[in-house]
């Protein structure tokens, strides 16, 4: 039986970060890991590029129960904190659209430092490690069973994420360990995932896949004006990603194909200037050809031939009115297989803002995307993992001083 002043379970973005920070106080940490290699997410992240952080993070930027909640870490741990980091470790990055900072090269940087930052402060990290069993006696403290052997320590901190992407480590052992000690689970689901569709608008989506357009998605808990992806399933892209954070199934979204102009007063003025032209070829210098092409075969086919000037001004009113609404009804998503967040987690209502501490549980600490805490798309969830990392390792203990 090991034992060590902290036992981390999960070696991702918030692990490595609380490991790290633990360590340099003085700690002895013991990392534990399911995969082979620490990490993996964080190397697929942003196209393999890492969106590490964004230049703008603010409580309005993350989906929580407790909308103060994230407050406090933020504070102690900001994205100029990290930022500073990858600075002095010479990792050349970039800014992106709405303050996004990916790395230039490879998101393999972000997982160097951390690894280089828990080894230099002495982490004893074990890969490999299944979790058998976790007990809690009041005089000894957590007691883990893992295939690598017996651990035991005064204080647990629970890393290991949600269900997002099982093939790369998603799963409930976070939200299991939470029940055990009495805690409560806000109801999980996939976030930051696809749109899937099964009627007209699914085909039409798969025609088109591949194109990419800046759209303006929408229901009526949230607005997102960002580019769409049509994939052979439905759509993608960072506005259909952040609009299912607020998509609950069954319900419709909206999308505005021309969110910068107001299609009726155009196509009206059009109609006066370009009486002879057909509606496609107006459009063409707002819309893919493609889309066009879609959008014509099911909204005005008995009219592909006419000009303008044919078209009744209520015609023209109708089209216009679906070009900047056009509804939509999602059949679902792609679910937890391609989705980047896990919704919901663990409730936050009984956990220390400040620490990351169980209030009901004495020791037990949960961090980063195992909490009922959601980013939006663009580096907040790892800026989340981050600061709430940093909360939770400037809370704990030596051994000496658990009591």
Request: with cysteine; net charge negative.
């Amino acid at each position: 039986m090991i034992n060590t002043d902290v036992i981390i379970i999960g070696a991702g973005a918030a692990g490595l970060m609380c490991a790290w920070q633990a360590a340099a106080r003085g700690l002895k940490v013991h990392l534990l890991e399911r995969a082979k290699r620490p990490g993996r997410k964080i190397l697929m992240s942003g196209g393999g590029r890492c969106n590490f952080t964004n230049l703008e993070v603010e409580a309005k930027h993350f989906i929580c129960n407790n909308p103060h909640f994230v407050k406090s870490a933020l504070s102690q741990y900001s994205n100029w904190d990290f930022i500073g980091k990858v600075i002095e470790y010479g990792i050349p990055y970039h800014e992106r659209d709405l303050g996004k900072l990916f790395c230039d090269d490879s998101a393999k940087d972000i997982l160097d430092l951390l690894l280089n930052e828990c080894e230099q402060a002495g982490v004893n990290l074990i890969n490999g490690c299944e979790i058998i069993e976790v007990k809690w006696r009041d005089d000894t403290g957590y007691m883990l069973s893992t295939n690598k052997g017996g651990l035991q320590s005064p204080q647990l901190v629970i890393a290991t994420g949600g269900m997002s992407i099982p093939s790369m480590g998603g799963g409930d052992l976070g939200y299991q360990i939470a029940k055990q000690f009495g805690l409560e689970i806000v109801p999980t689901r996939a976030g930051l995932v696809p749109f899937t569709f099964s009627d007209y608008a699914g085909q039409i989506f798969e025609s088109l896949s591949g194109i990419a357009l800046d759209v303006t998605l929408s229901n009526d808990r949230a607005s997102f004006s960002e580019a769409v992806l049509f994939t052979h399933r439905g759509l993608s892209g960072p506005a259909s990603l952040q609009l299912s954070n607020y998509w609950h199934s069954g319900e419709s979204i909206a999308m505005d194909l021309l969110p910068s102009l107001e299609a009726e007063p155009f196509l009206l003025a059009e109609k006066s200037k370009q009486g002879r032209a057909k509606l496609r070829n107006v459009l063409r210098e707002l819309l893919p050809k493609a889309l066009i092409k879609q959008l014509e075969l099911q909204w005005w086919p008995k009219e592909a031939e006419l000009a303008m000037a044919e078209f009744s001004n209520q015609r023209i009113q109708e089209i216009a009115s679906k070009l900047n609404h056009w509804v939509l009804k999602p059949s679902g998503t792609e679910g937890y297989r391609t989705a980047e967040v896990t919704l919901g987690g663990v409730d936050c209502q009984q956990i220390s803002s400040k620490t990351m501490e169980a209030q009901s549980q004495q020791g037990l600490y949960f961090i980063g995307e195992v909490l009922d805490v959601t980013g939006h798309l663009g580096g907040f969830n790892f800026q989340w993992a981050w600061s709430s990392a940093f909360a939770c390792a400037n809370a704990l203990k030596n051994s000496e001083t658990v009591n």
